[in-house]
């Protein structure tokens, strides 16, 4: 499926892109790219929080370019309910999406001294993704992306007013300011295969190529969501703004430079995973820093800026059904 947060998959019309770096692509959907990238038919694969789990099974995946500086999960509840902070969900009833998504809810409840497998403390309801459940108030708070999910509430009417829901009327508790927001959306491969030179080589090139759409998408608005409606997503142009915009706001700024691993949410990320025994033990050697530098220093000669230091997000208008 389209969508803006895969936008510099396709690039824009000016991005540069794979062509003029000329690597060809086979491009997977991610919902089986953890699989895949681990098995002997890819080579890579953006990813979200997946890597440490699969590697810790077995599978050589190593990270090469973490694109998301933050992370965009939160957690939100209605502010007529009475919850005002993340801790007050003692005994409430929890919407999170179950498998790898979990990890970073699970933790924040427990730094609240609330256990989520005890069903006396807390109610975890298995949450689809959509927003129904939170919509009808049969769950107390639901797991929401900053990109997607909280914008779908935004899309709907009140039924009390007619008018369409505000931020005004939601608190948004975000894991990355919570303290447990784990590394995101980023590019894997198999450990074997960026052994060889040569490969190292094409990841080099993939990744310079990548962070030049994600930096055209970031200065080129409207393009870049034209370019994912010209791909046949299901959403609609609101709805796409919106994702691309929200989507820019976990990418920039970058202090680093795009794409290169901060070791504080690496260590976070690995802590998260391991407390949550998402992991048995410590990962070691599951990332790398040194092809997203050389990406990010040939980008730099160009005279591309990065960092996105003086990044502003757009005001997005929010549109009945993201229409």
Request: glycine fraction near 12%; aromatic fraction near 8%; include cysteine.
């Amino acid at each position: 499926m389209a969508a803006g947060r895969r936008c510099a998959r396709r690039g824009g019309p000016s991005s540069g892109g794979a062509r003029e770096r000329a690597v060809e692509l086979t491009a997977a959907d991610e919902g089986d790219a953890a699989e895949q990238v681990g098995g002997p038919g890819a080579v890579r694969g953006v990813l979200r929080r997946a890597g440490e789990g699969l590697r810790d099974k077995g599978n050589d995946l190593v990270n090469i370019a973490p694109v998301f500086t933050r992370s965009g999960t939160t957690e939100i509840s209605w502010k007529d309910a009475g919850i005002g902070s993340f801790c007050q969900l003692k005994g409430k009833k929890v919407g999170v999406w179950t498998g790898g998504n979990k990890w970073e809810q699970y933790a924040a409840l427990r730094k609240c001294g609330i256990e989520p497998t005890d069903k006396s403390q807390v109610t975890i309801v298995a949450q689809p993704f959509d927003m129904k459940l939170f919509l009808d108030r049969q769950i107390d708070a639901a797991s929401a992306m900053t990109y997607n999910e909280l914008a779908q509430v935004l899309e709907t009417k009140n039924p009390k007013t007619g008018q369409l829901y505000k931020l005004g009327d939601l608190n948004v508790f975000k894991y990355q300011t919570l303290g447990t927001g784990m590394l995101q959306d980023g590019v894997f491969v198999r450990g074997d295969w960026i052994k060889d030179k040569k490969n190292e080589a094409i990841a080099k090139k993939f990744l310079e190529a990548s962070f030049k759409g994600w930096i055209y998408c970031r200065d080129h608005l409207k393009p870049c969501v034209d370019v994912v409606l010209k791909n046949g997503p299901t959403l609609g142009r609101g709805h796409q703004t919106w994702q691309v915009n929200e989507v820019n706001k976990l990418i920039w700024p970058a202090p680093r430079g795009i794409g290169i691993m901060d070791p504080a949410s690496a260590n976070r990320t690995a802590t998260v995973a391991l407390q949550g025994k998402l992991i048995k033990k410590a990962p070691t050697a599951w990332y790398r820093t040194d092809l997203a530098k050389a990406a990010v220093a040939s980008l730099k000669k160009k005279h591309v800026d990065v960092v996105g230091k003086k990044y502003k997000p757009a005001n997005v208008t929010v549109t009945e059904g993201g229409k």
